[in-house]
């Protein structure tokens, strides 16, 4: 197979493993940055092209698109599909996952397990807000936010109110969620290929921070997950419509509860912790799933 990874980096740990699988298993691979790419919207033959080539004859893409350039990022995704390239993550559950709103309406409506959460546009009510997803203590979120930066434990009403009105003020979109205070600063990361996890880890907040997440400093730790947080995952996962995903769950007094799903999880971390050969498990399930013009959406939406 010919295989893109669509990565603004090639020496990141997890763009150059799965280089690395690929050659492994006799693909031809490359990494193709996305913000290189031009695209020609005709109808009946839109194509792409990257440093005066075009781009016609990759079998699969695995998309590997940050957060910071998730809006051209997807529209190159969404125009693979459209020529009918098979995309391991397709743009529109990208999109989705990237919305911290939009994943958790999604999850609930499915009755997924989540933090009691609430989100307004308006700071008039806030004192209400809070009542509502059960007073303080709890967790304030910046909508698009990423890697811990913009997740705050508010300790009262009276913090949680100000830091409310301080992101409102910086016209940043906010969630407010229950503090999940049980997990005691772990979360789990499961790692979903198709429909199975293959990878899990725990990972916890460094002293004095409920953060967990590696780039707060936060350590890794085995787990042994329930058959519940295994379907949990999986589950989520399926839902957001995403065949590779992070799904990170909390251990809550009423089971587990999900608190994002990640279109692009790192390889590094659960490759370390876990010693499983991710990035080679992704290539097989490419390998068995792939084929032209499969992709749900074909660019819609
Ligand atoms: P990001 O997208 O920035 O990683 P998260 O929503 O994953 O944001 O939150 C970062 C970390 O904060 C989580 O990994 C978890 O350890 C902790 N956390 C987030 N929400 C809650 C919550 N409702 N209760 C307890 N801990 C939480
Ligand atoms: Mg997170």
Not at 69 to 98: D, H, K, L, P, W
Not at 115 to 132: C, E, N, R, Y
Not at 277 to 291: L, R, Y
Request: glycine share 10%; proline share 3%; with cysteine.
């Amino acid at each position: 197979m010919k295989i893109c990874i669509l990565s603004r980096n090639p020496n990141l740990y997890s763009t150059s493993k799965l280089v690395d699988a690929c050659k492994e298993r006799g693909h031809d691979v490359e990494v193709i940055d996305p913000l290189l790419c031009y695209m020609v919207i005709a109808s009946h033959r839109p194509t792409i092209h990257y440093k005066g080539r075009e781009l016609d004859d990759f079998d699969a893409v695995i998309p590997r698109i940050g957060a910071s350039i998730t809006f051209y990022g997807t529209a190159v995704v969404r125009q693979f599909e459209m020529m009918g390239v098979f995309c391991v993550n397709e743009s529109v559950a990208i999109s989705r996952s990237r919305d911290k709103l939009r994943s958790l309406q999604l999850l609930a409506r499915k009755g997924v397990g989540l933090p009691v959460t609430g989100f307004a546009h308006s700071t008039k009510f806030t004192g209400d807000l809070i009542s509502q997803v059960g007073g303080a203590p709890l967790v304030v979120k910046l909508l698009e936010g990423t890697q811990g930066v913009g997740v705050v434990l508010a300790e009262t009403q009276n913090a949680a109110e100000s830091v409310i009105e301080a992101f409102r003020g910086l016209k940043q979109n906010i969630l407010v969620q229950e503090f999940v205070k049980e997990a005691n600063s772990c979360d789990i990361r499961c790692f979903v290929v198709g429909e199975r996890v293959i990878a899990a880890m725990m990972r916890k907040g460094k002293a004095g921070d409920f953060r967990s997440n590696l780039h707060r400093g936060g350590s890794v730790l085995t787990v042994r997950l329930t058959p519940e947080e295994r379907s949990t995952a999986v589950r989520a996962a399926k839902i957001m419509g995403l065949n590779v995903a992070g799904v990170d769950i909390l251990r809550s007094n009423h089971g587990p509860v999900v608190m994002e799903v990640n279109s692009s999880p790192g390889l590094e971390g659960i490759e370390t912790a876990t010693e499983i050969d991710v990035a080679g498990k992704m290539i097989q399930w490419i390998e068995k799933n792939c084929a032209s013009g499969t992709t749900r959406t074909r660019g819609k939406g």
